[in-house]
């Protein structure tokens, strides 16, 4: 049974991690269906991490999904303050949005880079400890879970590459207003939730920890 729930959480990591890809490639690719296959690839790292049965495995799928609750959270709410402004969510009518809209801009990095397990930020901290759970439980898990996670890291850099930076070709993007002050009040505490989990997570794994031993 473990080897299976492991064979299948692999499946979720890699194929979560090229049908979000599949959505930056298409030319009508949707920005939300992109963050909801992502939301599948990072289903996979809990499975792992709990099927790897050990502490560190456990530690990390528990982390993992607190974590998820914070970017994905994010990265859903952004799609949904772009597509207020413009009713599409497709990823080809974007491009250059950095020159109208800086602060949507600098917020949809830091939780594309959270997403992608940047150093110093939340899901680092947890997917570290689920791969360091899978690869003491078998190394070559860990080795096929990493093809995940570095074709997640493509993907999210390839789409704020392809939303954000360049010139703005459409003209319906030339007047967007930036990020309201409601708005800003709703992602920045996910910011700063990334940030402290990611630079200060014994304070969350020593209160999953008595559990997971327990377990």
């Known amino acids: 049974v473990r080897s299976v729930m492991i064979f299948l959480a692999l499946i979720g990591i890699i194929y979560g991690a090229l049908a979000a890809m599949y959505f930056v490639v298409k030319k009508d690719g949707d920005v939300k269906k992109l963050v909801a296959y992502s939301s599948v690839s990072s289903m996979g790292v809990v499975m792992l991490g709990l099927f790897s049965l050990n502490p560190n495995g456990v530690n ?7 974590n998820h609750g914070i970017y994905s ?5 952004l799609v949904g303050i772009i597509y207020e402004r413009r009713h599409t969510r497709n990823v080809a ?3 250059g949005l950095s020159h109208v809209m800086p602060g949507y801009a600098a917020v949809f990095l830091a939780m594309a880079m959270t997403a992608i397990g940047l150093p110093l930020l939340c899901v680092f901290i947890s997917e570290f400890l689920a791969m360091r759970g899978a690869f003491e439980a078998k190394p070559l898990w860990a080795a096929w879970a990493a093809l995940g996670i570095i074709l997640n890291a493509g993907y999210m850099l390839w789409l704020y590459q392809r939303m954000f930076f360049g010139n703005i070709d459409n003209p319906k993007n030339e007047k967007l207003t930036d990020m309201s002050g409601r708005e800003w009040a709703y992602m920045l505490p996910l910011v700063i939730l990334s940030v402290w989990v990611g630079v200060y997570p014994t304070y969350f794994t020593n209160y999953i920890q008595k559990p997971v031993n327990a377990v």
């Open 60 to 66: 990390g799928a528990v982390l993992h999904m607190v």
């Open 73 to 77: 959270a994010a990265l859903f709410l």
């Open 93 to 95: 009518e974007f491009g």
